[in-house]
């Protein structure tokens, strides 16, 4: 393969964009390719400006799930932006949108963001304002967005940066402990008393690669902010729409006070989402106290887009069953091929993402996931995209399948990973 007009793209850019990249996961630091510059995207492949074809399991970090391009998803646009670009004031289709979000997930309002970030901020903010108090809780190696309260011990690509410019002021008052690890909550709140306003988690953590949280854990967590007047929230900016209609909260069936979303919900354009119960999403202003605004919260193009995605899955549940089927395919065939080249591995699948953690048997947190071998993993992405299949550069994320996959672009995949640890072999 040949990456030449990636390179001199990319070369020039870094002089008008710090890194080259505007989100630092894209730079492949940690390997000796240059990223491919992708020019195109259908169905589940990607095409690079040197031409190169990819299977692609990153689709734009989960957010793809109907695959690039789909054509429900690209008329919905067309249509909508003969007519709308944005106008900061009410749209029928945010009323659509809303409406098949809340009966979708089965929640009773939302509010609609332009990120995941956005959506993750305005949910901690939103509970400190219901509950009048300060502290929140977050877990090591869960990632909810760049603002300085949640990058304490953050997973993604701050796992991997010294971080700079945070304000410790506000770092503070979040509390971090351990995923799947009960003693450590409970002696946050101990510790904190009536302090805590929110709990917050990925109930299945992509962000340190896959960790689901253990049913018990999320129980007990549902327990203690019942107990303690504290909001239980779920971020769900990756597993939203993901795992099920209802995302990972229908595979615990523990229900938090706020969700937050994003990628899917935007159908391959920015959004982001908070929704939950009607008595906390109620003090947000306009109606409430608490403040929050965008001008390109609800636009029209966004809205079109998301609400084509979701109805699409609405109307074809089949979509969830095919997707599962196809993950197991592909965690069996590499669970065999990385058994029968004598590697330890560990092989982490909730649904159609997953995590492949090479020198470690079992990772249940951050602490487990960084003991995982970073060596072995980069020279295995770095083989993948060499050969066409295109993985996460970092150890700390998840791979994703979309609906456009098929049994024929897993078992290339297979393939090229058999290929890879022959080339250990030698």
């Not at 590697?343 to 947190?365: A, D, H, K, P, Q």
Request: hydrophobic fraction near 40%.
């Amino acid at each position: 393969m040949r990456f030449d007009k990636s390179k001199e793209i990319f070369d020039k850019t870094k002089r008008y964009i710090p890194g080259g990249v505007n989100s630092p996961i894209r730079a492949f630091k940690n390997l000796s390719i240059t990223p491919p510059v992708i020019s195109k995207g259908r169905g589940c492949y990607i095409f690079d400006v040197d031409g190169n074809e990819y299977i692609d399991f990153v689709l734009s970090w989960g957010a793809m799930i109907l695959g690039h391009c789909d054509p429900d998803v690209v008329n919905s646009i067309k249509t909508m932006v003969e007519d709308s670009l944005a106008f900061g004031a009410p749209t029928e289709i945010e009323y659509k949108m809303a409406k098949l979000v809340c009966e979708t997930a089965q929640i009773d309002m939302v509010r609609f963001v332009n990120s995941g970030t956005e959506a993750t901020m305005t949910a901690v903010r939103l509970a400190k304002g219901y509950t009048g108090k300060k502290k929140i809780v977050k877990f090591a190696g869960c990632y909810h967005g760049h603002h300085d309260i949640f990058l304490k011990e953050a997973g993604s690509a701050v796992a991997e940066l010294k971080l700079k410019g945070i304000d410790e002021d506000i770092v503070q008052n979040t509390i971090v402990v351990e995923y799947n690890n009960l003693d450590s909550v409970e002696k946050a709140f101990k510790e904190n008393k009536d302090e805590i306003a929110a709990v917050i988690i990925e109930p299945i953590a992509g962000n340190m690669g896959v960790v689901p949280a253990k049913k018990e854990f999320l129980q007990a967590l549902r327990e203690i902010c019942n107990l303690c007047g504290s909001v239980l929230i779920f971020d769900e900016v990756i597993t939203g729409f993901r795992l099920s209609l209802k995302g990972a909260r229908a595979l615990y069936n523990v229900e938090p006070d706020l969700v937050t979303f994003g990628k899917i919900i935007g159908g391959g354009l920015p959004c982001g989402a908070v929704g939950g119960k009607k008595e906390i999403m109620e003090c947000l202003a306009p109606q409430g106290n608490v403040f929050q605004a965008g001008t390109m919260s609800g636009n029209p193009i966004v809205m079109s887009a998301g609400y084509a995605t979701i109805k699409k899955l609405k109307e074809n549940p089949h979509f969830y069953s095919n997707l599962e089927m196809l993950a197991g395919k592909l965690e069996k065939e590499l669970t065999k091929v990385f058994s029968n080249s004598n590697l330890t591995f560990c092989m982490n699948r909730v649904g159609s993402m997953l995590t492949i953690f090479f020198g470690v048997e079992r990772v249940e947190n951050f602490e487990m996931a960084k003991m995982s071998d970073l060596d072995l993993f980069r020279s295995f992405a770095e083989y993948m995209i060499k050969n066409r299949i295109y993985v996460p550069s970092s150890q700390f994320e998840a791979m994703f399948l979309s609906t456009a996959h098929s049994e024929n672009d897993v078992e290339r995949f297979v393939e090229i990973a058999q290929e890879f640890c022959y080339s250990k072999r030698k």
